[in-house]
């Protein structure tokens, strides 16, 4: 469901001048920039559809999921409040080269193509909240291919846990994940859901993990099976 809406993420200076806040900005729905509910499992763009905004998660939780020519699907990224995606249309991609899907009940914004580059030229702390974002991206993709050439599928699966718990960001750990289920583990990990859930017992068996209802706890202590050689 998409809300409509107008608002100033402007605040004037007492001198007549204006400064930007790049959250005011993402938080509200303006020019070019429309919010949409989706439920689990919703999909936000598909692959192959035309690129035409970038998107910006403001609640819940997202997939990002490339399907082959075969039908095989992988999930490439899980992302989170605060995450951008979709920016590949700002750099002339034609087409989305993968599908983004609600994993929980999310709400996110859409900023049309022409809009955000609007603001990326017209606005410096935009820019820079944006760049940063473009940095750690990049930052991630390659401690994944890292992993996923050099590391076991254990070890795979217990960063990807860590990361999705936030263990190591600037934000205190979740510690405990809702909704995630082996299927998905399996797809982002590159293994097969047997192999997860034989690493998934093991894990719990080892006092590192505690799972039941559909509730994952995850504890420091698995930072010992990626730290251990």
Do not use: W
């Not at 001198?15 to 806040?21: E, V």
């Not at 909704?179 to 719990?204: C, H, P, W």
């Amino acid at each position: 469901m998409t809300r409509g809406g107008m608002a100033m993420e402007n605040d004037a200076k007492p001198n007549g001048t204006s400064t930007f806040d790049p959250k005011a900005f993402l938080a509200t729905v303006s020019r070019g920039r429309t919010v949409s509910d989706y439920r689990k499992d919703d999909v936000v763009f598909l692959q192959s559809s035309p690129a035409e905004a970038v998107f910006y998660v403001q609640k819940g939780k997202i997939k990002i999921v490339v399907a082959s020519k075969q039908g095989k699907e992988a999930v490439i990224a899980i992302l989170g409040p605060g995450d951008f995606f979709g920016e590949g249309c700002l750099i002339g991609q034609p087409l989305r080269l993968a599908t983004a899907r609600a994993m929980v009940e999310s709400e996110v914004m859409r900023v049309g193509k022409t809009e955000m580059i609007r603001v990326l030229h017209a606005e410096p702390a935009f820019g820079e909240l944006f760049m940063a974002h473009l940095l750690t991206r990049n930052s991630r993709i390659e401690e994944d291919l890292v992993d996923q050439l050099f590391n076991s599928s254990e070890k795979r699966l217990a960063r990807t846990l860590l990361l999705m718990a936030h263990y190591g960001k600037d934000d205190e750990p979740l510690h405990v994940l809702h909704d995630l289920s082996q299927e998905t583990l399996a797809e982002i990990v590159g293994t097969t859901r047997s192999r997860v859930n034989f690493y998934m017992n093991k894990f719990r068996d080892l006092g590192l993990i505690e799972y039941s209802g559909g509730e994952l706890k995850v504890n420091s202590s698995l930072l010992s099976v990626v730290l251990h050689d």
